[in-house]
């Protein structure tokens, strides 16, 4: 990180001087409930979707939640993170980790030196983001289904993002931005956003669920990520080989906490990818039909109508209007 920007994440702020003075955490200053809910009014100025703080080090911040969408980024040293009272999660530099509202969340005591950004980001947020996701996938999907609260997963996601230039790039960006103030850069950050969640369907193998406790849902992600990159000729068989899972089991793990089984969602990647090279290549339907791995023509077509209500043609001449 430039070293400027971290010279400002690291100081002390007036919170931090007081625990250094053995006062605890002040709940007023998060919450108005009784339940330990860090309420987005308390951090966030009116009208506004997103705001940045430092993340509190020097004391143990109890077990909470957020009613708005949470993003740690880890600028320098680490944090400890226990995740729905058992999960534990180390953050390195680099490291991101998002959390949605319906996640518990409780932080050990960081050093000085552990220096972290909390993004305090409400869903609406999102909406310019998301619509910048062109490209359909299953990971997309995801994402989406997680940080809306509407997977059957409690939803974070820890992300590796360490040494991956852009994302690094457009984190800076958006604290830059944010600590400056200036006024009219909601445009802005949604736009750097929707370009960080790009880069980040782009990398990933570095989106991380992997914990000793977390077997089915660790299951769930890593059949997702081979679909997204072996949807051409991938199968049930190998990606349960990959998993030392029997295929039947599998799919029915995918089943429950997707809603679709791996035919499925093999079966959404590829419509999904043929959408995308009729729209943005000159591929003939033929073309894209053996790109993304059918054989049997007439069949193609047929699930393509099923899923887009028009054929492949149809469908292109409707994307070159927009």
């Known amino acids: 990180m430039d070293e400027r920007l971290l010279a400002r994440l690291r100081i002390i702020t007036e919170e931090e001087q007081a625990l250094l003075q053995g006062q605890g955490v002040q709940r007023e200053r998060y919450t108005s409930g009784r339940d330990f809910v860090v309420d987005s009014e308390k951090l966030l100025e009116k009208g506004k979707l997103i705001e940045i703080r430092p993340h509190t080090r020097f004391v143990h911040f109890p077990r909470h939640r957020h009613n708005y969408v949470e993003m740690l980024y880890m600028c320098s040293g680490s944090t400890t993170h226990i995740l729905n009272g058992s999960r534990r999660l180390e953050l390195q530099r680099g490291d991101l980790l998002l959390l949605n509202q319906a996640v518990y969340h409780e932080i050990l005591p960081a050093a000085e030196g552990d220096v972290g950004v909390n993004f305090i980001i409400l869903p609406q947020f999102f909406d310019r983001s998301f619509r910048m996701l062109e490209q359909e996938n299953v990971l997309r999907d995801f994402l989406i289904s997680t940080l809306a609260g509407e997977s059957t997963f409690a939803g974070w996601l820890h992300i590796a993002a360490r040494d991956i230039l852009p994302v ?51 299951a769930v992600f890593a059949t997702l990520q081979y679909i997204e990159t072996g949807y051409r000729t991938g199968t049930l068989e190998e990606a349960a080989d990959r998993l030392h899972m029997p295929p039947y089991a599998l799919s029915r793990l995918l089943k429950r906490h997707t809603g679709a089984n791996f035919k499925q969602l093999l079966q959404q990647r590829r419509l999904q990818q043929a959408a995308y090279l009729l729209t943005n290549t000159r591929l003939a339907a033929d073309a894209v039909r053996q790109t993304v791995g059918y054989e049997n023509n007439s069949y193609f077509y047929r699930i393509f109508r099923e899923k887009y209500g028009c054929s492949p043609a149809e469908y292109r001449a409707a994307q070159s209007q927009l």
């Open 168 to 218: 690094e790039n457009l984190l800076e960006n958006m604290i830059w931005t944010l600590l400056e103030k200036k006024p009219g850069a909601n445009l802005l950050n949604q736009t750097t956003m929707g370009l960080l969640l790009q880069n980040l369907t782009l990398f990933a193998e570095n989106i991380n669920r992997t914990l000793p406790d977390s077997r089915e849902e660790n």
